[in-house]
């Protein structure tokens, strides 16, 4: 870690829908979630249009209230158990692999920061061979369905030498904007994930097609 300059920009990646090109089983799995309570399944443009977090209340928007507690843990349960198997065919978002590659050789460093509960993400991962390129892989511990906020904070604390204003978040969701702004970091989004471009310009940063144009404008935002 010492060196990297401290006035260098340091990356904080977003997994699903970011890095991941996981677009399909997220949307197969939150299929299969609604099918457990009786709603109808929805396409990946209405779920780029409708999606938010936390999780509840972006059920709510397609049914009309929150969901019980026994719902939400129905549902919850039956995303995950969906998702796990569905993911196994899911590749890296083309170029990202490059991307972190060239980032590290450039004396700049990195780290991932997910929602995707921490004991399943360490491991897949290091099943796509990208492990080595950061210096820190959290993902999300404790119930899922919250917010991002807080995991970030927790990230960067843990990160020695790593300072906010440095630092630029690359995601493909509102919430990773509002994560950002949460410890005082940059965002970039990337609209190849979760949201729609017209969601995702809500947020007030700036908004990219490609993860490299990500990584090119989050460079010069955070030296």
């Known amino acids: 870690m010492g060196t990297h300059g401290h006035h260098r920009t340091h990356l904080v990646w977003d997994w699903n829908g970011t890095l991941l090109d996981d677009n399909t089983a997220v949307v197969g799995a939150t299929n299969a979630a609604f099918g457990e309570v009786g709603l109808a399944p929805i396409t990946v443009e209405q779920y780029r249009e409708t999606y938010c977090v936390p999780i509840p209340r972006f059920y709510e928007r397609l049914m009309g209230r929150l969901p019980t507690d026994a ?89 020695e030498h790593i300072s906010p ?24 989004l990337f609209t190849g994930g979760s949201h729609s471009r017209a969601s995702l310009e809500e947020a007030g940063v700036p908004v990219v097609d490609t993860l490299a144009e990500a990584a090119a404008l989050a460079r010069s935002l955070g030296e």
């Open 71 to 159: 719902e939400w843990e129905l549902m919850d349960g039956a995303f995950h158990r969906h998702y796990a198997e569905r993911r196994a065919d899911c590749g890296l978002t083309a170029g990202a692999a490059g991307l972190l590659a060239q980032w590290q050789l450039g004396g700049r460093s990195q780290s991932l920061l997910s929602m995707y509960g921490h004991e399943h993400l360490v491991p897949t991962v290091r099943g796509y061979g990208i492990e080595r390129h950061f210096v820190r892989v959290d993902g999300r511990t404790g119930p899922s369905g919250g917010s991002k906020a807080q995991h970030m904070e927790r990230h960067l604390a843990a990160l």
């Open 165 to 188: 204003e440095h630092t630029v978040v690359i995601g493909d969701a509102v919430d990773d904007a509002v994560a950002a702004a949460h410890v005082g970091a940059k965002a970039v």
